[in-house]
Structures are given as structure tokens and as C-alpha cells.
Antibody, heavy 117, light 110 residues
Framework: QVQLQESGPGLVKPSETLSLTCTVS????????WSWIRQPPGKGLEWIGD???????DYNPSLKSRVTISVDTSKNQFSLKLSSVTAADTAVYYC???????????WGQGTLVTVSS | QSALTQPASVSGSPGQSITISCTGT?????????VSWYQQHPGKAPKLMIY???NRPSGVSHRFSGSKSGNTASLTISGLQAEDEADYYC??????????FGGGTKLTVL
């Protein structure tokens, strides 16, 4: 059974960079796409971007200028960096495995990141 | 990319059937058979219920079914049960290799 776990700071200051890591257990990262998805409090889901195990990426156009997703298959981890954060970036951040690249089928439990000084 | 359009809320009584719609464009819902549906209970991560318009992952009840016509996809839940009360989201893969979600629908079981 594949399991995903997000980790990283729960509080980030405005204008700084949000950094999260997702650790994958119970399965290989090979041949899958891996996504970051976020959900502001009380609001809907927003896809941030994804990465193939080989390292190719795609990003949400609205966030592309601020997002970097990377992968380290030797550690079974992939990571998210979101720069120049504002209060609007406060959200629960989920990492997920993509089924056939089109559908997140395994999700982490989510981690709340608050942007505040 | 714009979010897909879902009704804010739907409701039904136990045993009834309900349908939630998800409307997009020819660049997402209408152009590809890559619509998915998720169930999210409060404080929990979303759960994949339907993928590729009509397919159910292993373990998902047969009471959940999906369909699509043109730019609109639908999720139908039959034999409504109390535990079905949750938020439901649709998503679609797009022609620019991105994923777009709907705004979410709150299902209330009366």
C-alpha cells in the first residue's frame, strides 16, 4: 500500500520561500507522475504542478513563475518550493501519486502552511 | 486555466439518487476522457472515486458512477447513505498537460 507523507515548516513569513517534502513509502516512484495540490481553508482544490520520476515537470500557469518541483528517487522523495509567498498561499498542501498522470489516486494527509509575519 | 463549474450544493434523502455536474470546455472536459471525481470528508484528504470518466478504483462502491456528455461530466450516487455526506470535486486533465479542478459541491444527506 503506497503511503505519502508531507513534511516542512507550518509557518512561513511573507516574501519568503515555502519548502515542503513528500516521502513515498510502500512502492516505487518509477513510472509515475507525482503532484502537489493545495486547498486554502474553506475553499476548493488547486493543482500546483507535477513531476515525472525522471524529472520532467509541468506547472499550473498561474503559479509557474514561483514554483519549482524536484524529485530524488534515491530517497523516495519529491519536493515543492514556492517563492515570494503571501497570505493567499496559506493552505493545506497535499502531495499525491498520479494514476496514468491524470488522476491523483494516493494522497498524503496534507500539511497546513500558514503565511504570516 | 479556469476552474471547472460545479453546483455549490446538492441534497437528497437516504435511498435516493443524486447527480453532480461538472462543466468545462472543449480544452478540458469535452476534449479528453480524463475526468475524475473525489470525495472529501471534513479534515480529511480527498479520495479518488471515479477516474477516466467512468472507471471506479478498487474498493469504491458500485453506487458511484460517472458519465460525460459534451463539455459536462456527471457523478451519480445511487442509494444515498448518510456516510456519502461530503464535499465532491471533479477534475480534468487538459490539453496543456495540466490538471484543473472544479470548485466543489457540498452534498447533504437529509
Amino acid at each position: 500500500q503506497v503511503q505519502l507523507q508531507e513534511s516542512g515548516p507550518g509557518l512561513v513569513k511573507p516574501s519568503e520561500t515555502l519548502s515542503l517534502t513528500c516521502t513515498v513509502s510502500g512502492g516505487s516512484m518509477s513510472s509515475y507522475y507525482w503532484s502537489w495540490i493545495r486547498q486554502p481553508p474553506g475553499k476548493g482544490l488547486e493543482w500546483i504542478g507535477d513531476i515525472y520520476y525522471s524529472g520532467s515537470t509541468d506547472y499550473n500557469p498561474s503559479l509557474k513563475s514561483r514554483v519549482t518541483i524536484s524529485v530524488d528517487t534515491s530517497k523516495n522523495q519529491f519536493s515543492l518550493k514556492l517563492s515570494s509567498v503571501t497570505a493567499a498561499d496559506t493552505a493545506v498542501y497535499y502531495c499525491a501519486r498520479m494514476l496514468y498522470r491524470t488522476s491523483p489516486d494516493y494522497w498524503g494527509q496534507g500539511t497546513l502552511v500558514t503565511v504570516s509575519s | 486555466q479556469s476552474a471547472l463549474t460545479q453546483p455549490a450544493s446538492v441534497s437528497g434523502s437516504p435511498g435516493q439518487s443524486i447527480t453532480i455536474s461538472c462543466t468545462g470546455t472543449s480544452s478540458d472536459v469535452g476534449g479528453y476522457d480524463y475526468v475524475s471525481w473525489y470525495q472529501q470528508h471534513p479534515g480529511k484528504a480527498p479520495k479518488l472515486m471515479i477516474y477516466d470518466v467512468t472507471n471506479r478504483p478498487s474498493g469504491v462502491s458500485h453506487r458511484f458512477s460517472g458519465s460525460k456528455s459534451g463539455n459536462t461530466a456527471s457523478l451519480t450516487i445511487s442509494g444515498l447513505q448518510a456516510e456519502d455526506e461530503a464535499d465532491y470535486y471533479c477534475s480534468s486533465y487538459t490539453g496543456t498537460s495540466t490538471l484543473v479542478f472544479g470548485g466543489g459541491t457540498k452534498l447533504t444527506v437529509l
